[in-house]
């Protein structure tokens, strides 16, 4: 077991404050520092799926989370034209039969408040406005400073680093290398059902079309709709990788689509655009006192909505080694269980790109097809795929 008392987490992010609380429920001092001078998240929908679920019920945070949550019924992907069905699988169901755990939608902002609150009440330090630009190990190497942009500076026997895609943690241990642009944009919004003329299946709904997608779903108990529009692009100009997008613009791109798909865009009165980006996988996740968690070191394609569950997963893991193991034992072992697994998703993601964009003409319908024939005929190949991600038991 290492002697691990004061932990610092770069980052507070959902993968920041689930470590930050898995660490603070063990007793450990802990300390995280937020570049922004406000908590917060985005202004957008997340789903939480088993494997994800699991990790939050286990750091104590069901019954806070269960009033702002909506239970999806099904798992769809359909025609973004004719609205056929190319998969329709039940969800509420399924997740709590095979899995014993349900698959939820939730705010990210009710997720990432109810995340902070428990921190604060388990006894954890929020640094806000506190920007992480360096860390040196001590020269005794039994502690690591961590240097802040203000010039204060923190002692810690651990530093994590869940500071993002552009994490700062990363550059100092490997380098500075930009993140690479992976030719798709995502614009992002919430309408408040009122606003909706029509009703919108209660699905965790993906509309697949050539070169884009559209995924739609509830919030809060069905308050609201999310959206998440994906479209392929060959170059993205701005500096910054979110920004205010063009309403009229995101509509025009999906004009002709099924009327569910129009009639939603149709409400939206604001949206964000994201690039959505990647890296290489890295060389190595940790190296003496310091660690990475999250984005910061295996980014994802959002088309298995698996990204934030990653980091959920990841914060159990860590901190699971961290008590079993002495501190390099255990950054050996973390890697080890995590990288295979967030590896799979990486793939799982990319390769749901093309099916949803119908890469390959006439051949990628012909996948959709596939994929409805299975569904029918072979459920028990397309369960085995989502047992893979959504049972997911660690093995530490
Ligand atoms: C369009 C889209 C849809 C998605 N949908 C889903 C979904 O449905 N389900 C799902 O599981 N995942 C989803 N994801 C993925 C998910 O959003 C990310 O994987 C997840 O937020 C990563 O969490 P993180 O804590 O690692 O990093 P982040 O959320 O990026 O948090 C990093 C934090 O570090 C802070 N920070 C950065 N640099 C510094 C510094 N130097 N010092 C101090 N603080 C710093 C930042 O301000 C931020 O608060 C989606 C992603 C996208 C783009």
Redesign the pocket.
Known sequence: MSHINRVVI???????LCSALAFAQQGKQVVV????WQLG?VG??????PN?FKVLRELGLESALQPFAFVPQNAAIRDYKTGEYYLKSPLAAQAEARYKAPYWHLH?ADLHQVLAQACSKAGVDIWLG????GYREEASSESIRVFLEDGRTYLADLLVG????????REQMLGAEQPTFMGQV?W?GVIPVADLPITIQPDACVWAGPDRHLVSYYLRGGEYVNF?A?EERQDWRSESWREEGDVTELQAAFSGWHPEVTELLGAAKQTFL?A?NGRDALPTWHQGRVVL????CH??L?FM????????EDAQVLARCVATYDLQTALVKYEQVRKPRTTQIQNLSKANAGLYHMHGGVFGKAKLQALKAASRFAPKVIQSKLDSVYGYESPV
């Open positions: 770069a980052g507070a992010g959902i993968g920041g520092c937020e570049q922004a998240e957008a929908g997340l789903q939480i799926s994800a990210r506190a920007v992480v630009s869940a500071d993002g895609i552009r994490s700062h943690v995502a992002r998440v994906v994201w959505l968690l999250g984005d910061a980014p994802m959002p909505a698996q990204g934030a569950a990653m980091a959920i």
